[in-house]
């Protein structure tokens, strides 16, 4: 322990060599904790300006997510990644000054041993020179500090190895900083010096409140940051106070001075930070504005890959279209007579619908005979009594009968029923019969499919609510049963 405390030590001795005053001592030596301490403290103040900035969003996802409590945590958290900022960062400086309280209070609770480098023994020894006992080394060395420096003659005359030992007056205008305050003063022996000692509390805990009204003055006046004081910050302002009076009132005065000492420094740091902190809000302001065009650039490039995507996609299925169609033009490529014609740019092989060459001795000939089985079946059924022969399909006629009478079909309707009774049983989805019937190069809607179907079967079934030859697959499709 002594490693660490020596060199505080050393320090607070050469500036009571410098200054010949304990208290002045002890406040320069608060001085230059602050300065080493100065970089770390701006850096909190940073963090505490960049979570000011954040308390609106704060509160809207604290809104938002009132009853998802987990949820809040991971908005809050992703929240605190997007603005790149740090919680614990604006809290953790202001802690920093009680470490070095810690060991200014080991040095000073031990003066004899770590600034008059008083043994044990020699400790003894003054002890009993001055009260007629021996005290407590590690705990009353306080009791007897003021009376080693009064006193110092005769101590060396005891001690001659003492002769070096240097002369530390412990009193501070008139007030001995080796004592610890009392909050009833006016019970001391002696009230004058008994009311100094009392008034160093006071003044800690004032200067507290004052730090923390300049504080939030500078954040809300100077740097825009902060209007009002949130429940936090006010619980800070009373709760810091009363911990400054109660360290005060129970450590030496020497540390109350010392903490005054801070708190005025801690004000003058915050007037000395204004400059800093504007560069840093306006560098901030400027990310955020940067981050946001950024985000808005992103977006922008989303939507023009996913535009071009579409567009390439649209582009792919219509050159597939078009090659479909124009290996569909080519397989089923129509001839008049035995000479192949030439096609156009814009032809269009369903607006002149042409057959495959026959000769026309066999059309005739196909003709004569479907003209004499007409007449047999005429005079058949004039013969017989009307019975139901089925449905029956001249796909070389382009005619379809139905008991005998033959039905007027548009040429889509006969092309649908062609279609599904070259395949019986075998369903046929909306797309197939849409591809298949009306081509590659359709771009309807696929309810017209579910529309020509409907036409056909009122016009070839009995019953079409009940049909017996085209049938509907539920989820499926459609398929052309024999109407047994």
Not at 121 to 131: A, T
Not at 226 to 244: C, H, V, Y
Request: charged fraction near 25%; aromatic fraction near 10%.
């Amino acid at each position: 322990m002594s490693i660490i405390l020596t060199p505080f030590a050393k320090l607070l001795l050469l500036f009571y060599d410098l200054t010949g005053s304990y208290g002045v001592s002890l406040i320069l030596f608060g001085l230059v904790i602050r300065l080493i301490l100065f970089p770390i403290f701006l850096k909190g103040r940073k963090g505490m300006l960049s979570m000011s900035g954040l308390a609106e969003k704060q509160k809207v996802l604290q809104q938002k997510y009132a009853r998802d409590r987990v949820k809040y945590s991971q908005e809050l958290q992703r929240l605190y990644e997007e603005e790149g900022v740090k919680p614990s960062s604006g809290c953790l400086w202001s802690f920093l000054p009680l470490p070095f309280l810690m060991v200014l209070y080991a040095i000073v609770r031990q003066p004899l041993t770590y600034l008059l480098n008083m043994t044990q023994d020699q400790f003894n020894v003054v002890s009993n020179l001055l009260y007629g006992n021996v005290l407590d080394y590690r705990n009353q060395q306080l009791q007897m500090a003021q009376d080693v420096f009064l006193n110092h003659d005769k101590i060396v005359a005891a001690v001659p190895e003492l002769a070096n030992m240097p002369q530390i007056d412990f009193t501070f205008l008139g007030v001995n900083l080796s004592q610890t305050p009392h909050f009833m003063f006016w019970k001391a022996d002696d009230i004058g010096a008994a009311f100094g000692l009392w008034l160093i509390p006071v003044i800690s805990a004032a200067l507290g409140v004052v730090s923390m009204i300049v504080t939030n003055h500078i954040n809300g006046k100077v740097l825009g940051t902060r209007r009002t004081m949130d429940q936090s910050t006010r619980m800070t302002m009373f709760i810091m106070p009363l911990f400054s009076l109660w360290i005060c009132f129970t450590l030496p005065a020497a540390l109350g001075v010392y903490w005054i000492a801070n708190s005025l420094f801690a004000m003058l740091q915050e007037v000395l930070n204004i400059p800093f902190l504007r560069s840093f809000l306006k560098k901030q302001e400027e990310a955020k504005v940067k981050r946001r065009e950024e985000e808005k650039e992103r977006v922008k490039r989303e939507k023009q890959a996913q535009a071009e995507a579409k567009k390439k996609a649209a582009e792919e299925m219509r050159r597939i279209q078009m090659e479909r169609k124009l290996n569909k033009s080519i397989a089923t490529a129509s001839r008049e007579g035995i000479r192949a014609y030439a096609r156009g740019r814009l032809y269009d092989p369903e607006r002149y619908p042409t057959f495959p060459y026959q000769d026309p001795n066999d059309l005739a000939k196909q003709a004569q005979e479907e003209q004499q089985r007409l007449a047999e079946e005429q005079k058949t059924a004039k013969a017989k009594p009307e019975a139901d022969d089925g449905l029956r399909i001249s796909r070389s006629s382009g005619m379809v009968y139905k008991n005998g009478r033959a039905l007027e079909l548009s040429a889509r309707e006969f092309d649908i029923l062609c279609f599904l009774s070259a395949s019986p049983g075998r369903v046929f989805s909306r797309e197939e019969l849409m591809e298949q019937v009306w081509g590659y190069d359709y771009y309807g809607d696929l309810r017209a499919v579910d529309v020509a179907i409907r036409r056909l079967r009122e016009k070839i079934e009995d019953e079409p609510a009940s049909p017996r030859y085209i049938i509907t697959k539920r989820g499926m499709g459609y398929y052309f049963a024999d109407g047994e």
